[in-house]
């Protein structure tokens, strides 16, 4: 193969590539040139320290914050410019760190509201339910009065109900019990299973280590490490390096 073929399927194999990304908040820079990649079929983990810049880099992604500078391309199509549901038309499904449930509609009419025309495939959501159960007990009930943990499996099942090129996950253990935080591994591990990819912002490095197979780490704004995970995984003097104490390593 020559190394421009072997470029080119390098290009392809990535979903999501972002280069020299750069995001401004009001008079803030707040990314100065970000660069990773989200390879197919593979769980993406972005970690860094509280502040480094990632919910910003997500919403950038997601045309939620405008790019200032730098590409954004899903594969290979510059998505920078374009407004958030565009985006999401394309295939990138977010789920954002408040998980953005209707608190006072069931969980049927909030999984509902999140498919294109209005129609649940039922194929579809027998899959969910076996991901999760507890999303067929309470179908009929307030998603506010749902537990913490049950809140964020409706806000991930809303991404899944409709098949998705890219699925941006932030901080989905966020104040979780350990036990829940365990139901949600299985579950990622079957969407996994199920070559969906994901993007994920974690700061329980038990779950990153687990589940990924790619990561990026960011600090101030920039991304300061892009690795396999396993390499990763095994080299401890790289991690404490890189991570410190800024991650919740021993969860
Ligand atoms: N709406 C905003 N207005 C002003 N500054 C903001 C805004 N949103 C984020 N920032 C700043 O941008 C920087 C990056 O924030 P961001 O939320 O992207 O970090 P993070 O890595 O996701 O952190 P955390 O793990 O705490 O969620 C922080 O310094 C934050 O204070």
């Given at each position: 193969?020559?190394a ?18 750069h ?14 990649s989200?390879p197919r ?31 954004i ?24 760190e408040n998980?953005g ?8 009419e ?14 579809r959501?027998e899959?969910?339910f ?13 998603a506010?009065q749902?537990?913490?943990g ?6 991930i099942?809303?991404?899944i ?12 253990s ?17 969407l ?27 600090d ?16 401890e ?15």
């Amino acid at each position: 193969m020559t190394a421009q073929l072997q470029q080119d399927a390098q290009v392809q194999d990535n979903v999501l590539t972002l280069d020299s990304v750069h995001t401004n908040i009001a008079q803030y820079n707040i990314l100065h040139g970000v660069s990773f990649s989200v390879p197919r079929n593979q769980v993406t983990m972005l970690l860094g320290r509280n502040g480094a810049g990632k919910t910003t880099t997500m919403r950038t992604i997601m045309g939620l914050w405008q790019a200032a500078q730098g590409k954004i391309q899903l594969n290979g199509d510059d998505i920078q410019t374009l407004e958030t549901v565009a985006i999401a038309r394309k295939g990138l499904h977010y789920v954002p760190e408040n998980m953005g449930i209707f608190s006072g509609l069931s969980v049927e009419e909030n999984i509902r509201l999140a498919t294109r025309k209005n129609k649940i495939d039922p194929e579809r959501l027998e899959w969910i339910f076996t991901l999760f159960p507890a999303m067929k007990k309470f179908w009929q009930w307030p998603a506010g009065q749902l537990s913490g943990g049950q809140k964020q499996m409706l806000s991930i099942a809303r991404s899944i109900i409709e098949p998705c090129e890219l699925l941006l996950v932030d901080e989905p253990s966020k104040g979780l019990a350990p036990s829940i935080i365990e139901n949600l591994i299985t579950a990622f591990n079957q969407l996994k299973e199920n070559n969906t990819t994901i993007l994920m912002v974690e700061q329980n490095f038990r779950m990153a280590s687990v589940l990924g197979d790619h990561l990026a780490i960011m600090d101030d704004g920039v991304i300061v490490h892009e690795s396999d995970m396993a390499s990763f995984v095994a080299d401890e003097e790289k991690q404490s390096a890189l991570l410190g104490l800024s991650m919740e390593a021993h969860q």
